[in-house]
T-cell receptor, first 115, second 112 residues
């Protein structure tokens, strides 16, 4: 049973380009969470999605960032017109239920570098 | 002031020592407390989960929560070099969003 799969593992984008980060949750998991980890900082919540629905996007920057979790296929975190400050590790996690007792299963992350 | 404060370290101890890792928090609504371990270039993995106050033990790991002091701890007994990693505390409120609020993480090295 594969874990949470994120790709690409590393992504380099020039300022102004778009970045698309993909996350395939564990089999049977319908709840997906995106977190961002800036250098020397802890993980910061960005968005919580269920299939075809955004449940909580309170951690998403108001502009340039969007997320989706379609009925078929992986969850996508999209960053338009990237800037240097977007450079970070982006982690996706999934869970079978929203019950916190089971925690999340995290992927290995996508490391975005904006040059 | 951050909602969750955690000393980033680094913390270096000899193999076999007892390690104590701590977090303080300011939001009295937090009810769920977790410790995650993160190896370099990997995602965090859940180590311990505790609901409300009290202690929980799992093998060499013990988690303690003191809600009156807004203070949580993770103890590692008989530490091993394989325990070398960054340890992150995380917590969430009983109601509302599913998001976890993480501490900065403490980088731990166990020296053989």
């Amino acid at each position: 049973n594969a874990g949470v799969m994120q790709n690409p593992r590393h992504l380099v984008r020039r300022r102004g380009q778009e970045a698309r980060l993909r996350c395939s949750p564990m089999k049977g998991h319908s709840h997906v969470y995106w977190y961002r980890q800036l250098p020397e900082e802890g993980l910061k919540f960005m968005v919580y999605l269920q299939k075809e629905n955004i449940i909580d996007e309170s951690g998403m920057p108001k502009e340039r960032f969007s997320a989706e979790f379609p009925k078929e296929g992986p969850s996508i975190l999209r960053i338009q017109q990237v800037v240097r400050g977007d450079s970070a590790a982006y982690f996706c996690a999934s869970s079978p239920t929203p019950d916190r007792r089971y925690g999340y299963t995290f992927g290995s992350g996508t490391r975005l570098t904006v040059v | 002031q951050k909602e969750v404060e955690q000393d980033p370290g680094p913390l270096s101890v000899p193999e076999g020592a007892i390690v104590s890792l701590n977090c303080t928090y300011s939001n009295s609504a937090f009810q769920y407390f977790m410790w995650y371990r993160q190896y370099s270039r990997k995602g965090p993995e859940l180590l311990m989960y505790t609901y409300s106050s009290g202690n929980k033990e799992d093998g060499r790991f013990t988690a303690q929560v003191d809600k009156s002091s807004k203070y949580i701890s993770l103890f590692i007994r008989d530490s091993q070099p394989s325990d070398s990693a960054t340890y992150l505390c995380a917590m969430s409120a009983d109601q509302g969003a599913q998001k976890l609020v993480f501490g900065q993480g403490t980088r731990l090295t166990i020296n053989p």
